[in-house]
């Protein structure tokens, strides 16, 4: 079964500022199935990357995601006051999530 | 409007059994899998398992298999996660979700059924 880490754990940031967020897996992945999902405290899950790059509906181009193989990325290029959130990556709907990365108003 | 709509929040006793249900709509039910998030108090995600409603394939997370019973009914586009046997362990949100096949991903995502289980 892959693991996928997430990290840092929480990354504290002004808006305005750049994020950047990794999620790395313990094996090769396809990156045709490497998710991004945001959460806010008290919502569901949102989808905002899918196939390791592409937007998924309706989310801002400040939204970006790169990386092949084990190391993948999240970039959010400036934080605005609702970003603020935890992020979990995933590879393909049938496997586990990473751990998360709160991304939190320094 | 494409949505999955959850069951009401739960109270129940360690023992008892419980049955939480997802209701799709807007969309054909028996052409995604659906699949089912644990997400403990103050914690990330859970993967369970998944379910695709027009032939019943259910696939289990190993931590799951056996604790839990997915199943669906496609005449009422509703897919299910069941308990025989509760514990205070369960204590969590639920969540379904739609899983697009070509991304990989889920893209519709149910407003979670909180279970509490407490004696």
Redesign the interface.
């Known amino acids: 079964e892959i693991v996928l880490t997430q990290s840092p754990g929480t990354l504290s940031l002004s808006p305005g500022e750049r994020a950047t967020l990794s999620c790395r897996a313990s094996q090769s992945v396809s990156s045709s199935y490497l998710a991004w999902y945001q959460q806010k405290p008290g919502q569901a899950p949102r989808l905002l990357i899918y196939g390791a790059s592409s937007r998924a509906t309706g989310i801002p181009d400040r939204f970006s995601g790169s990386g092949s193989g084990t190391d993948f990325t999240l970039t959010i290029s400036r934080l605005e006051p609702e970003d603020f959130a935890v992020y979990y990556c995933q590879q393909y709907g049938s496997s586990p999530f990473g751990g998360g990365t709160k991304v939190e108003i320094k | 409007e494409v949505q999955l709509v959850q069951s009401g929040a739960e109270v129940k006793k360690p023992g008892e059994s419980l049955k939480i249900s997802c209701k799709g709509s807007g969309y054909s039910f028996t052409s995604y ?1 659906i ?1 089912w ?1 644990r997400q403990m108090p103050g914690k ?4 369970m398992g ?1 379910i695709y409603p027009g032939d019943s394939d259910t ?1 289990y ?2 931590s799951f298999q056996g604790q839990v019973t997915i199943s669906a009914d496609k005449s009422i586009s509703t897919a299910y996660l069941q308990w025989s046997s509760l514990k205070a362990s369960d204590t969590a949100m639920y ?1 379904c ?1 739609r ?2 096949p070509y ?5 519709i ?4 059924t909180m279970v509490t289980v407490s004696s």
């Open positions: 899998w699949g998030v990330g995600l859970e993967w998944i696939r997370s190993p969540y979700a899983l697009i991304l990989g991903a889920f893209d995502w149910g407003q979670g």
